[in-house]
C-alpha cells in the first residue's frame, strides 16, 4: 500500500504503460484520474481498475493539446480526490505512425508536424502547469515524463524526436528546477522499446529483446514513490542497452 492516500493523473491512461501505471497505482492503494481522448476505452478500463483494486479510479475525456480541456481534467483530479500527488504524462506517439503518413519526409504537411509536438510536447508542458498549481499549495509531488531513445537516436519520425528530446533535456530539468523549493520532483523515463505494440519486438536492443510494459511500469513507480525522494531533474533510460548499442 505504498500510494495510500495519494492521487495519481495519468494521460494516456487508457491504454499501454498509462493503462498499466493506473492499475498497479491502484493496487498500491492510490486514486488514479486516467486521462484520454478514448473514451470508450477510458470507460472500460476505469471499470476493470474499480472492479478489483483498493483506490478508486475516474477518467476525463480530454485532448492535451487543448488547454482548456487540461485545466478541466485537472479540476475534476481536486474535485472528485481532493489533491494530486503525481502526474504521469504518457499520452503520446510518432507523428507517422499515428497519421498513417509513409512518404517523404519534404512531403510531409505541417499539419502532421504539428500534431507530434502538439501532443507530445505541448501537452505535457500544459498539464505540468496545471497539475504543478495544485503540487505547490500542497508543498509536494511528482511529474514523471515518458522521453523515447528517439529523443537521443533521432528519426525522420522528426516531431517525435525533437518533442522527446525536449522532454528529456529542458522540460524535466526545468519544471524539476521551478518544483525544488516547493518540494515537487521531475523526472523523465525514456525508455527503448516496449511490448505494448508487437512491432516494437522488431527493433535491437543489447539485452536482445524488447522491454515487457510491466517492466517500465516497475520503474515509473519507483520513480514516483518516496524512495526516490532523491532523484529529480534526470532522464533516465530504461532501454535494454540499446543507446550503448547505437551511439556507444
Ligand atoms: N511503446 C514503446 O515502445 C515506447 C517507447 C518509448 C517511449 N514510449 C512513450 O511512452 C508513452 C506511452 O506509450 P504506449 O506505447 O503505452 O502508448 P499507447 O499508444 O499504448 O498509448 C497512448 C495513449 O495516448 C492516448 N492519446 C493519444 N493522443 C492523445 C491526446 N491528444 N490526448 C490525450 N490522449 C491521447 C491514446 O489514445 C492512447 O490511449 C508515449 O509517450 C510513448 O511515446 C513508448
Not at 515518458?146 to 526545468?174: D, F, P, R, W
Not at 519544471?175 to 523515463?189: D, E
Request: proline share 2%; net charge neutral.
Amino acid at each position: 500500500m505504498e500510494f495510500q492516500n495519494k492521487t495519481a493523473v495519468i494521460t494516456g491512461g487508457a491504454s499501454g504503460i498509462g493503462f498499466l501505471s493506473a492499475k498497479c497505482l491502484a493496487q498500491e492503494g492510490a486514486n488514479v484520474l486516467l486521462v484520454d481522448i478514448n473514451e470508450n476505452a477510458l470507460v472500460e478500463k476505469v471499470a476493470e481498475i474499480n472492479a478489483k483494486n483498493v483506490g478508486k479510479a475516474e477518467y476525463a475525456v480530454c485532448d492535451v493539446r487543448q488547454y482548456e480541456q487540461v485545466l478541466d481534467a485537472t479540476d475534476k483530479a481536486i474535485e472528485k480526490f481532493g489533491r494530486i500527488d503525481i502526474l504521469i504524462n504518457c499520452a503520446g506517439g510518432c507523428e507517422r505512425r499515428c497519421n498513417n503518413y509513409q512518404g517523404d519526409w519534404l512531403d510531409m504537411p505541417a499539419e502532421i508536424f504539428d500534431w507530434g509536438v502538439d501532443v507530445n510536447l505541448k501537452g505535457p508542458y500544459y498539464f505540468s502547469q496545471a497539475v504543478m498549481r495544485q503540487m505547490v499549495k500542497q508543498k509536494s509531488g511528482v511529474i514523471i515524463y515518458l522521453g523515447s531513445i528517439c529523443g537521443e537516436e533521432a528519426t525522420l519520425s522528426m516531431a517525435y524526436s525533437v518533442s522527446k528530446a525536449g522532454l528529456m533535456n529542458a522540460l524535466t530539468k526545468s519544471v524539476a528546477i521551478y518544483g525544488a523549493p516547493h518540494n515537487v520532483r521531475a523526472v523523465c523515463v525514456s525508455p527503448g522499446p516496449v511490448l505494448t505494440r508487437e512491432a516494437m519486438g522488431k527493433l535491437k536492443t543489447l539485452v536482445g529483446r524488447a522491454a515487457e510494459t510491466q517492466e517500465i511500469v516497475d520503474f515509473i513507480l519507483y520513480l514516483a514513490s518516496d524512495r526516490a525522494a532523491f532523484i529529480t531533474g534526470s532522464n533516465h533510460f530504461i532501454d535494454g542497452g540499446r543507446i550503448a548499442m547505437t551511439r556507444g
